[in-house]
């Protein structure tokens, strides 16, 4: 009666168990940052298209990798293309998710603020908050709406919890707003953050 078959679904059982638990615990705060703190946090930010994602195990995590081509840039100096690293994602019948973590489909146009990992590769700078879906209106038109839209993030300033963020702007007006941010000075960090 104990065949080793018997022993592994018991395994896998107590593995899913512990895993359904732990994610459970496990919590995600962003603090807010206005697009001038994005703008000058990041190192790029572009328009770009998803073109692969593809999760796998690295250090006993599972990341997600994805591979975008860059459209337009605005700040920095990237490659045609770049490959961005994001906790979580699924490899066969495990799933890790971390929230505030975007994740993106081939195919999809996004404008991204992006910064270097310690990996060597990139990151978004305040993940959903340096992400920004776009779509497009009956007319064609391109409009923007950032990712933190329906999430609510904590405001150091009034210290609460918001769900303040762009939506559904011309991509236009998003260039304007993000001019007018990286020709600003660069924002002093609210008090209590280092």
């Not at 409009?143 to 009034?158: G, I, K, M, N, P």
């Amino acid at each position: 009666m104990n065949s080793p078959k018997r022993w592994f679904k018991i395994f896998l059982v107590a593995v899913t168990c512990t895993t359904l638990l732990s994610g459970a615990a496990i919590g995600t705060t962003l603090v807010r940052m206005a697009l001038i703190t994005l703008a000058h946090s990041a190192e790029i930010i572009v328009r770009v298209r998803c073109i692969k994602s593809e999760a796998r195990w690295e250090s006993g995590s599972i990341w997600t990798f994805d591979d975008l081509e860059v459209i337009e840039t605005f700040k920095g100096s990237p490659s045609q293309r770049l490959r961005i690293r994001l906790a979580g994602g699924r490899v066969g019948h495990l799933e890790t998710k971390v929230e505030g973590v975007p994740h993106f489909a081939p195919g999809e146009e996004l404008v991204l603020f992006v910064e270097h990992t310690s990996a060597g590769d990139y990151s978004i700078t305040g993940w959903a908050q340096g992400t920004f879906r776009v779509h497009r209106d009956t007319s064609g038109e391109a409009r923007l709406t950032q990712d933190t839209s329906h999430l609510a993030v904590f405001d150091a300033r009034t210290r609460q919890f918001a769900t303040a963020s762009i939506r559904n702007i011309s991509l236009s007006e998003f260039r304007e707003k993000l001019s007018a941010a990286l020709g600003a000075p660069v924002p002093e960090r609210p008090e209590g953050q280092r």
